[in-house]
């Protein structure tokens, strides 16, 4: 499902314009958005967690050299889907 399924979906469920739509998407991937930069989680109840994690820095290596590298301390994105949601996908 792609951005503007979701407007189309929207569009046809609610009564909203197309327009009006593709705002509503917009203003909530952009609250989602700055909400995860800000480091703060996300719950929705019946779906799952958005949460931001710090991986710390750590060895690697080149796989086509095999030299050992330092890979950089960085931020990560991670999804926990909630009971409700797994059940749902592993009961089709």
């Given at each position: 499902?792609?951005?503007?399924?979701?407007?189309?979906?929207?569009?046809?469920?609610?009564?909203?314009?197309?327009?009006e739509s593709a705002e509503?998407?917009e203003q909530v991937f952009?609250?989602?958005?700055?909400?995860?930069?800000?480091?703060?989680?996300?719950?929705?109840?019946?779906?799952?967690?958005?949460?931001?994690?710090?991986?710390?820095?750590?060895?690697?290596?080149?796989?086509?050299?095999?030299?050992?590298?330092?890979?950089?301390?960085r931020k990560i994105l991670?999804?926990?889907?909630?009971?409700?949601?797994?059940?749902?996908?592993?009961?089709?």
């Open positions: 499902m792609t951005k503007a399924d979701l407007i189309e979906n929207i569009y046809l469920k609610t009564g909203f314009s197309k327009k509503i998407v952009d609250l989602i958005k700055s909400t995860l930069e800000n480091g703060e989680k996300i719950k929705v109840a019946g779906f799952g967690n958005f949460v931001v994690k710090e991986k710390s820095s750590r060895r690697g290596r080149n796989p086509q050299t095999g030299d050992e590298i330092e890979i950089t301390s991670t999804f926990k889907p909630s009971q409700v949601l797994k059940s749902m996908i592993n009961d089709q």
